[in-house]
């Protein structure tokens, strides 16, 4: 990252000055900061307090103990050096669920949430460890069911059949996912990646009291409450059902389920936990405020982090590096068969979500949405995911400085899954 950032920083500088857009350069500079605090810092600020709150009161309750035990198998072959019954297998589990149902306002507070257990693990304080590289490389692999931002964009420009993107994205973030595994696991084995040895009693280890996070003195649902937690579902089933009853008009009944599943997840999480705590026994209110002081010191540890990566994204942008990059491999992309109009979207989609969205959008309306071009970006937008930013936050939220191998593991799976959108949309589209 230390490389990767000064590359970005200084390309941009000389590149403006060498194109006369200093200005540009300057003007991007302020934007990226503003952005940083005024659209991203502060809601995300909000968003963290709010879900950590919720998410305390699910570890309060056992809710995430009980969840992580579903997938205990898979998560010990995943995260070997994660004990079983660590709350931050939970934590995992339900932000990978929210990245599938494209829940991102929750997906990320769960995922930091789920790293500063990791690093309640982790005996080399700033270092990342192999379990928080392997759980940054599913994040940035973009495991997602349906790519809603793009099928709105598509269905808003007209498209005839804006969900035909469906399937080629679920391809092409699928073979994401899988390289990102496989590169992950490789990488943490070379001797430029691999940990050094530490003490057999390592001072910096910080132990986590199980039993102050999740107790083992909660009371039993008694009949009573297991009859008002089963209504509770039964009604959340029912919107469901009544969703897919009211959107099946031209999409499948699969796609109209995982859609109607995207839009009540939230609400139902919302009232679910608190429900399911106070249920327990667990004071629902005062633990909810203590969770949500943690998402706001989360939020301000992160700041600095956010403004270190949008600026320089910002500036290699104005400066024009990305037309530059576009205007020296036009050759190549016409024989590999990527449009030119795409490539910008390929080099931004790693470091800016915003910014990539907004590329897609040009796209859709210079080329049309039923296009060869628009196909293919709204498929590699819902196949891939903003490597930098995602590492940028999640490292920042606990302070890691040498995240090791997780930057190459990402770009790896954006690459794996840039390649599965091209060769799928010309089987498809072409």
Known sequence: MNYLWLGLI?????????????????????????????????????????WLGIMRLAEKSGAVEKLAAFLRPVLR??????????????????????????????????????????????????TASNAMCTFLAINTSSVQLIPATAVALLAAAGASHPTSIIGTALVATSCSFFTAIIAVKLLQRLPCFALKPVPVEPLHLKPVNLDSIVPTNLPRLGLWKSLVLLIYLTLFIGCICHLVATRTAGVTVMISCIQSLSLVAIPFMIGFFPLYAAMRGVPVYEEFIEGAKEGVQVALRIFPYLVAILVAVGIFRASGGIDDITYILAPLLD????????????????????AATGLFAEIVKSCGPDSYAAQLAGT?????????????????????????HALAAGLLADAAGVTASLVICRLMFK
Do not use: W
């Open 380 to 404: 590699i937008l819902g196949g891939t995911e903003t490597t930098l930013y995602v590492l940028a936050v999640y490292f920042g939220s606990v302070g890691i400085r040498h995240g090791r």
């Open 335 to 354: 024989r590999i068969g990527l449009p030119t109009q795409v490539l910008p979207l390929v080099l931004v989609r790693p470091l800016s979500g915003s």
């Open 10 to 50: 200084l390309c941009g500088v000389l590149l403006g000055v060498c194109t006369g857009r200093t200005e540009a350069v300057t003007i991007a500079t302020f934007e990226a900061c503003k952005t940083s605090l005024m659209s991203i810092a502060l809601p995300l600020g909000a968003l963290m307090a709010f």
């Open 77 to 126: 072959r995943l995260f070997p050096d994660v004990p079983a019954d660590h709350p931050a297998m939970g934590a995992m589990v339900m932000n990978m669920a929210a990245n599938m149902l494209g829940l991102g306002n929750a997906a990320t507070p769960m995922g930091l949430r789920a790293m500063q257990g990791l690093e309640s693990l982790n005996s080399r304080p700033g």
